[in-house]
């Protein structure tokens, strides 16, 4: 059961879409503009950099309130598994900015959120590769999917090292559906850049740049 309403934690707080909100008080419905998607990158190419920013912290931010949330109702009767059910309070913020029911279900892609879940469950130094990693590739190859995929693989790898080194202090069991938990993630990113990474086979794949939202 703590699961289930750890996961209904994180949709409640995924449904904020931060994009969509900000277009909307610019009169502007983000999933009408661009790729019609509404998280940070499209925000950052269609409304400007102030957007892309807002965004990025706004759905960065409201997974680490999940996480902050869960761990401040379970700390007490659930200490044992607590990185696990903070796991799930990420997966359901995920979820929710990724498939909002009250915008039929078009949200963004969850990296943002996802990067809420990895300030929120690995160390700082952890948190600083990812960031490493995901500037460094998008500054080399100008595609923010690139780094988005790669640090998701990232992400996973700290999540099971962590696990393996005892860090989380949990049994055995519940590693392994942590690490199910950062693997579904990781697999859900991936499903929702399909269509990026079809475009990056093809060469067609856009770059990054940075829009100013339309004047109405």
């Known amino acids: 059961m703590e699961r289930i309403i750890c996961v209904l934690i994180g949709y409640a707080f995924g449904l904020f879409q931060t994009g969509y909100i900000y277009g909307k008080a610019h009169n502007i419905d983000i999933r009408s503009q661009g790729s019609g998607n509404a998280g940070t990158t499209n925000a950052l190419r269609t409304l400007g950099w102030k957007a892309g920013v807002a965004t990025l912290l706004g759905d960065a931010f409201k997974c680490v309130f999940a996480v902050l949330t869960v761990q401040a109702i379970y700390r007490n009767s659930c200490g044992d598994i607590l990185p696990l059910l903070s796991m799930y309070a990420g997966m359901g913020a995920v979820l929710g900015h990724n498939y909002p029911f009250y915008l039929e279900f078009k949200g963004g892609k969850g990296i943002a959120a996802t990067a809420g ?71 859900l990113a991936f499903y929702k850049h399909r269509a990026n990474i079809g475009r990056l086979l093809n060469g067609t794949e856009n770059k990054l740049s940075i829009g100013k939202a339309n004047k109405k």
């Open 117 to 187: 879940l990895l300030l929120s469950t690995t160390p700082w130094w952890m948190v600083l590769i990812c960031l490493f990693v995901f500037v460094g590739l998008v500054a080399a190859t100008k595609y923010v999917s690139v780094g988005s995929l790669v640090v998701v693989i990232v992400y996973l790898i700290e999540i099971v090292y962590l696990g393996q080194s005892g860090t989380f202090g949990m049994e055995a069991n519940y590693l392994y559906e942590t690490y199910a938990i950062a693997a579904f993630l990781m697999i």
